[in-house]
């Protein structure tokens, strides 16, 4: 009596899903508020204080708010989506400054952030931008220091009446070569 064979697992639940990375559309604004919103109020618990969170992202049932779409699609937007669901996205102004950068919390660490800036980099060389900006939260500022930004100021923003701390940061995108971060 030999061991009998069983069928090999199906190895899409060996390997865990990539997402695919595309250009913002019409249609990504709930999506993306969704993220944002989780992205901030779960997210970054470790860091802002639930009031500081309540100001800086509005309640997740409240209506999108109108200016949220037109946001993503008046800017060089990246979307990362992992079966047809957005999971995080980041945006680039056309004066090189990056306004909006969030990943749902259960992809935060997973390399979604990494692949958005690597495309956001991109966007920028092609379009000849030399400088980058960005006001970083107080977790952004780990992310972007990683990749080589620095810190210019650290300033606190008002939102909803409550002061929230974020850290202006530039990028000198001419002292990299193409391909690095």
Not at 45 to 63: I, L, Q
Not at 70 to 97: C, E, N, P
Not at 125 to 139: H, K, N
Request: charged fraction near 20%.
């Amino acid at each position: 009596m030999g061991r009998s064979r069983l069928p090999h697992p199906r190895r899409r639940y060996l390997i865990a899903p990539r997402p695919r990375l595309r250009a913002a559309r019409p249609g990504d604004g709930p999506g993306a508020y969704a993220v944002f919103h989780a992205a901030v109020h779960q997210g970054a618990a470790s860091a802002y204080t639930a009031d500081e969170r309540a100001a800086w992202a509005p309640h997740a049932t409240a209506p999108t708010p109108a200016r949220w779409e037109q946001r993503l699609l008046a800017a060089h937007t990246v979307v990362a989506t992992l079966r047809g669901r957005i999971i995080g996205f980041m945006t680039l102004g056309g004066d090189g400054h990056i306004d909006l950068a969030y990943v749902a919390p259960d992809w935060m660490g997973r390399g979604v952030a990494d692949a958005l800036y690597d495309a956001i980099l991109r966007l920028a060389r092609d379009a000849g931008m030399p400088v980058l900006s960005t006001e970083a939260s107080l977790l952004a500022r780990s992310f972007f220091a990683r990749h080589n930004w620095r810190v210019i100021a650290r300033q606190s923003v008002i939102r909803h009446g409550v002061a929230l701390t974020n850290f202006r940061m530039e990028y000198d995108v001419s002292s990299s070569p193409a391909g690095s971060k």
